[in-house]
Antibody, heavy 120, light 106 residues
Framework: EVQLQESGPGLVKPSQSLSLTCSVT????????WGWIRKFPGNKMEWMGY???????SYNPSLKSRISITRDTSKNQFFLQLNSVTTEDTATYYC??????????????WGQGVMVTVSS | DIQMTQSPPSLSASLGDKVTITCQAS??????IAWYQQKPGKAPRLLIR???TLESGTPSRFSGSGSGRDYSFSISNVESEDIASYYC????????FGAGTKLELK
């Protein structure tokens, strides 16, 4: 069974970088697309970006200057880095798998999410 | 980028009611819309993909329809386990979520 698990600090100071890891079991990240999505306290959900089976990336234009998604195929993990965070980046962060192997599609498997608070 | 206007923001229903949620895209999304259910503290659960295809395990009381810019999602015979928030997601061009609809019991 495909399982995803997010991990990382729950508290980040303003202006610093937020770094999260998504550990995947039961499926190789060298197939499909793998995304990061966040849910804000007001319940708005935002797609942040994805990394593909080949390692190519695509980002939400609203975040493009601050975001980086990378991977370690040997550990079957992918990572989110968001720079210069503000309190507006406080959210629950999810990693998820896109169903289709060769094109970005809807997300079918999700992690449980990790709450990240940006505060001094 | 594509905007998704989801309504209503909240719904109050009695057990056994039929409820409908709509999502309107800012442009044609070619039926590339999915619907998710989310309960507090849980990950979103995929219910419907490509407008109307039920994901494995989704009860038949859930349904979806639409084309072009306009899409709807319905629950017939609302059950207590359906109390949750629901989101649409367009995946025709990158991804955009709707604002969500919170379903509550009347």
């Amino acid at each position: 069974e495909v399982q995803l698990q997010e991990s990382g600090p729950g508290l980040v100071k303003p202006s610093q970088s937020l770094s999260l890891t998504c550990s995947v079991t039961g499926y190789s990240i060298t197939s499909n697309y793998w995304g990061w999505i966040r849910k804000f306290p007001g319940n708005k959900m935002e797609w942040m970006g994805y990394i593909s089976y080949s390692g190519s990336t695509s980002y939400n234009p609203s975040l493009k200057s601050r975001i980086s998604i990378t991977r370690d195929t040997s550990k079957n993990q992918f990572f989110l880095q968001l720079n210069s965070v503000t309190t507006e980046d406080t959210a629950t962060y999810y990693c998820a798998r896109s169903r289709n192997r060769y094109n970005p599609h809807y997300f079918d498997y999700w992690g449980q999410g990790v709450m990240v608070t940006v505060s001094s | 980028d594509i905007q998704m206007t989801q309504s209503p923001p909240s719904l109050s229903a009695s057990l056994g009611d039929k409820v409908t949620i709509t999502c309107q895209a800012s442009q044609n999304i070619n039926k590339y819309i999915a619907w998710y259910q989310q309960k507090p503290g849980k990950a979103p659960r995929l219910l419907i993909r490509y407008t109307s295809t039920l994901e494995s395990g989704t009860p038949s009381r859930f349904s979806g329809s639409g084309s072009g810019r306009d899409y709807s999602f319905s629950i017939s015979n609302v059950e207590s386990e359906d109390i949750a928030s629901y989101y649409c997601l367009q995946y025709d061009n990158l991804y955009t979520f709707g604002a969500g609809t919170k379903l509550e019991l009347k």
